[in-house]
Protein backbone atom coordinates (compact mmCIF):
# COMPACT_ATOMS: atom_id res chain seq x y z
CA UNK A 1 0.00 0.00 0.00
CA UNK A 2 1.97 3.51 -0.90
CA UNK A 3 1.95 6.12 1.66
CA UNK A 4 0.61 8.50 -0.82
CA UNK A 5 -2.95 6.60 -0.74
CA UNK A 6 -3.08 7.06 2.87
CA UNK A 7 -2.79 10.67 2.37
CA UNK A 8 -5.04 11.05 -0.26
CA UNK A 9 -7.71 8.86 1.75
CA UNK A 10 -6.59 11.58 4.84
CA UNK A 11 -7.18 14.61 2.48
CA UNK A 12 -10.72 13.65 1.30
CA UNK A 13 -11.89 12.24 5.20
CA UNK A 14 -10.32 16.55 5.82
CA UNK A 15 -12.27 17.86 3.01
CA UNK A 16 -15.36 15.41 2.90
CA UNK A 17 -17.05 17.46 0.23
CA UNK A 18 -16.39 19.48 -3.08
CA UNK A 19 -18.74 21.64 -5.47
CA UNK A 20 -18.30 22.43 -8.74
CA UNK A 21 -16.41 25.59 -9.29
CA UNK A 22 -15.13 25.08 -6.06
CA UNK A 23 -18.26 27.09 -4.03
CA UNK A 24 -17.53 26.29 -0.81
CA UNK A 25 -19.51 26.43 1.96
CA UNK A 26 -18.73 29.67 3.81
CA UNK A 27 -20.32 29.60 6.94
CA UNK A 28 -24.50 29.73 8.16
CA UNK A 29 -26.72 30.91 6.01
CA UNK A 30 -29.51 32.87 8.47
CA UNK A 31 -32.71 32.18 7.73
CA UNK A 32 -34.64 29.80 5.49
CA UNK A 33 -33.22 29.42 1.77
CA UNK A 34 -34.85 27.45 -0.73
CA UNK A 35 -32.33 26.11 -3.46
CA UNK A 36 -32.78 26.53 -6.79
CA UNK A 37 -34.39 23.39 -8.50
CA UNK A 38 -35.44 24.30 -12.09
CA UNK A 39 -32.75 22.04 -13.48
CA UNK A 40 -32.80 18.20 -12.80
CA UNK A 41 -29.86 16.55 -11.01
CA UNK A 42 -28.89 13.26 -10.87
CA UNK A 43 -27.78 11.91 -7.11
CA UNK A 44 -26.06 8.71 -7.10
CA UNK A 45 -24.78 7.12 -3.53
CA UNK A 46 -22.27 4.46 -3.28
CA UNK A 47 -21.25 2.95 0.04
CA UNK A 48 -19.24 0.47 2.22
CA UNK A 49 -20.10 -1.46 5.15
CA UNK A 50 -16.77 -3.23 6.54
CA UNK A 51 -18.39 -6.04 7.62
CA UNK A 52 -14.55 -7.76 9.54
CA UNK A 53 -12.46 -5.44 10.56
CA UNK A 54 -10.08 -8.00 10.74
CA UNK A 55 -9.47 -8.27 7.06
CA UNK A 56 -8.35 -5.22 6.04
CA UNK A 57 -6.93 -6.48 2.92
CA UNK A 58 -10.63 -6.81 1.42
CA UNK A 59 -11.58 -3.68 2.26
CA UNK A 60 -8.83 -1.05 2.68
CA UNK A 61 -8.51 -1.22 -0.95
CA UNK A 62 -11.58 -0.37 -1.90
CA UNK A 63 -11.86 2.79 0.44
CA UNK A 64 -7.95 3.56 -1.10
CA UNK A 65 -9.45 3.85 -4.62
CA UNK A 66 -11.77 6.34 -3.99
CA UNK A 67 -9.92 9.38 -3.89
CA UNK A 68 -7.94 9.20 -6.67
CA UNK A 69 -11.43 8.96 -8.69
CA UNK A 70 -12.52 11.92 -7.07
CA UNK A 71 -9.86 13.89 -7.68
CA UNK A 72 -9.76 13.33 -10.91
CA UNK A 73 -13.49 14.34 -12.13
CA UNK A 74 -13.13 17.37 -9.69
CA UNK A 75 -10.28 18.33 -12.19
CA UNK A 76 -12.26 18.00 -15.06
CA UNK A 77 -15.14 20.39 -15.49
CA UNK A 78 -16.80 18.92 -18.26
CA UNK A 79 -17.21 15.69 -16.22
CA UNK A 80 -20.93 16.27 -15.11
CA UNK A 81 -20.15 15.81 -11.91
CA UNK A 82 -21.55 19.14 -9.79
CA UNK A 83 -20.62 18.18 -5.66
CA UNK A 84 -20.01 15.30 -3.69
CA UNK A 85 -19.96 14.73 0.26
CA UNK A 86 -18.33 11.99 1.81
CA UNK A 87 -20.52 10.96 4.86
CA UNK A 88 -19.33 8.15 7.30
CA UNK A 89 -21.66 6.44 9.48
CA UNK A 90 -23.94 5.25 10.90
CA UNK A 91 -21.11 4.17 13.18
CA UNK A 92 -18.05 3.79 12.27
CA UNK A 93 -18.03 0.61 9.99
CA UNK A 94 -19.95 2.31 7.00
CA UNK A 95 -19.27 5.21 4.71
CA UNK A 96 -21.05 6.88 1.67
CA UNK A 97 -20.12 9.27 -0.87
CA UNK A 98 -23.09 11.10 -2.09
CA UNK A 99 -23.12 12.75 -5.65
CA UNK A 100 -24.30 15.17 -7.65
CA UNK A 101 -24.78 14.97 -10.99
CA UNK A 102 -25.68 17.38 -14.22
CA UNK A 103 -27.28 13.85 -15.66
CA UNK A 104 -26.88 9.84 -15.80
CA UNK A 105 -25.49 9.98 -19.36
CA UNK A 106 -22.51 11.90 -17.51
CA UNK A 107 -22.21 9.43 -14.93
CA UNK A 108 -22.28 6.90 -17.46
CA UNK A 109 -19.84 8.17 -19.35
CA UNK A 110 -17.33 8.08 -16.70
CA UNK A 111 -18.16 4.88 -15.02
CA UNK A 112 -17.65 3.32 -19.00
CA UNK A 113 -14.52 5.11 -19.96
CA UNK A 114 -11.95 2.60 -20.29
CA UNK A 115 -9.09 5.34 -19.65
CA UNK A 116 -11.01 6.37 -16.41
CA UNK A 117 -9.28 5.87 -12.91
CA UNK A 118 -12.74 4.27 -12.15
CA UNK A 119 -12.46 1.39 -14.90
CA UNK A 120 -8.89 0.38 -13.14
CA UNK A 121 -10.43 0.77 -9.61
CA UNK A 122 -13.60 -1.52 -10.86
CA UNK A 123 -11.65 -4.50 -11.64
CA UNK A 124 -9.13 -4.24 -8.73
CA UNK A 125 -12.64 -3.70 -6.65
CA UNK A 126 -14.20 -6.97 -7.82
CA UNK A 127 -11.16 -9.17 -7.66
CA UNK A 128 -11.05 -7.80 -4.14
CA UNK A 129 -15.03 -7.79 -3.63
CA UNK A 130 -15.18 -12.11 -4.98
CA UNK A 131 -12.47 -12.57 -2.91
CA UNK A 132 -14.22 -11.09 0.38
CA UNK A 133 -16.36 -13.57 1.01
CA UNK A 134 -18.91 -11.83 3.73
CA UNK A 135 -15.89 -8.80 5.13
CA UNK A 136 -16.91 -5.85 2.98
CA UNK A 137 -20.61 -4.92 2.36
CA UNK A 138 -21.47 -2.74 -1.07
CA UNK A 139 -23.73 -0.75 -2.22
CA UNK A 140 -25.20 2.16 -4.68
CA UNK A 141 -28.36 3.82 -6.03
CA UNK A 142 -28.96 5.74 -9.06
CA UNK A 143 -31.78 8.96 -8.64
CA UNK A 144 -31.75 10.18 -12.42
CA UNK A 145 -32.77 13.40 -13.11
CA UNK A 146 -34.61 14.34 -9.87
CA UNK A 147 -36.55 17.46 -9.73
CA UNK A 148 -35.03 18.60 -6.45
CA UNK A 149 -36.80 20.70 -3.78
CA UNK A 150 -34.41 21.98 -1.18
CA UNK A 151 -34.96 24.01 1.76
CA UNK A 152 -32.49 24.69 4.54
CA UNK A 153 -32.84 26.66 7.52
CA UNK A 154 -29.61 27.95 9.86
CA UNK A 155 -27.55 25.94 7.45
CA UNK A 156 -24.42 26.23 5.79
CA UNK A 157 -24.31 25.50 2.24
CA UNK A 158 -25.30 22.01 1.52
CA UNK A 159 -26.48 19.47 -0.99
CA UNK A 160 -28.05 21.08 -3.83
CA UNK A 161 -27.70 24.50 -1.95
CA UNK A 162 -24.20 24.17 -2.11
CA UNK A 163 -24.62 23.59 -5.28
CA UNK A 164 -27.26 25.88 -6.92
CA UNK A 165 -28.52 29.47 -5.91
CA UNK A 166 -30.36 30.00 -3.07
CA UNK A 167 -33.38 32.72 -2.51
CA UNK A 168 -34.43 33.60 0.97
CA UNK A 169 -37.66 32.11 2.55
CA UNK A 170 -39.99 33.60 5.28
CA UNK A 171 -40.80 31.31 8.38
CA UNK A 172 -44.32 30.17 8.43
CA UNK A 173 -46.08 28.12 10.88
CA UNK A 174 -48.35 25.32 9.69
CA UNK A 175 -51.41 23.95 11.51
CA UNK A 176 -52.36 20.07 11.42
CA UNK A 177 -55.19 21.84 8.74
CA UNK A 178 -52.67 23.69 6.58
CA UNK A 179 -51.04 21.88 3.86
CA UNK A 180 -48.67 24.60 3.24
CA UNK A 181 -45.01 23.83 3.64
CA UNK A 182 -43.23 26.14 6.66
Not at 36 to 54: A, K, Q
Not at 80 to 104: C, K, N
Request: net charge neutral.
Amino acid sequence: MAPSALIDLARLLLHPQWTVGDRRPDGIRVGKVAADGSDPVTVFMVGIRVNRWLAPWHWLPLLLALPPMVRELAAEPDSGLLGYRLLLGPGVRQAMLLQYWRDAQDLHAFARDPNSSHRAAQKRFWRHYAAAGAAVGVWHELLPECAPESLYGNMPPTGIGALRDVRPLAWTVSGPDDSSVG
